[in-house]
């Protein structure tokens, strides 16, 4: 999903703003939490929900806190 200035987004858009603000790839976050490519490509697109454990994960490895993730620092 693409938002223009000033729309909401939500914790996956963030996920995917970082992931490419870092310079990682879907393969790298995959490789990096030991999942398959198509398992995280799912989750950025909706597709397959994350457990709290890759949630978590996920945000140690993009270097954000759960609030920024959540958009609670907005």
Do not use: H, W
Not at 64 to 74: H, K, Q, R, S, V
């Amino acid at each position: 999903m693409i938002y223009q200035e000033g729309e909401a987004m939500d914790y996956l858009d963030r996920f995917r703003k970082r992931r490419k603000e870092i310079g990682l790839r879907q393969t790298d976050v995959s490789a990096a939490l030991g999942l398959g490519r198509s398992t995280y490509s799912m989750y950025e697109t909706r597709k397959n929900k994350m457990d709290v454990e890759t949630f978590a994960a996920i945000c140690r490895l993009l270097c954000i806190t759960p609030d920024e993730a959540l958009g609670f620092d907005e």
